[in-house]
Nanobody, 126 residues
């Protein structure tokens, strides 16, 4: 699966952005798709994930209630709707995909994914 992320930008605190991740590949519908983010000097941090066909979603505590992950199987695209953005949400955001798994640890860990898109910068000004 090849992934292409887009939708980043500059927004004021309290604003919204929607990130998209377009996928190519026959098995996209069965893949677990995740969003991670990274700031300079830090490792990639789990943000959200969605299992195949959207059966289950997972969120980091820091974004729960503000971010929503969804997928459109017909368009082979995963979205991350980000509302009530805070300056601390500023980071490069990456989408990632992996084969189906029931392991929570594998879903929330960057090492659990073997397909990555390029990053898209999100900057939230105060």
């Amino acid at each position: 699966v090849q992934l292409q992320a887009s939708g980043g930008g500059l927004v004021q605190a309290g604003g919204s952005l929607r990130l998209s991740c377009a996928a190519s590949g026959r098995t996209f519908s069965t893949y677990v798709m995740g969003w991670f983010r990274q700031t300079p000097g830090k490792g990639r941090e789990f943000v959200a994930a969605i299992t195949g066909r959207g059966a289950n979603t997972y969120y980091a505590d820091s974004v729960k209630g503000r971010f929503t992950i969804s997928r459109d199987t017909d368009k082979d695209t995963v979205y991350l709707q980000m509302d009530s953005l805070k300056p601390e949400d500023t980071a490069v955001y990456y989408c990632a995909g992996r084969r189906a798994t029931a392991s929570y640890r594998a879903i929330v860990a960057p090492s659990g994914y073997d397909n990555w898109g390029q990053g898209t910068q999100v900057t939230v000004s105060s």
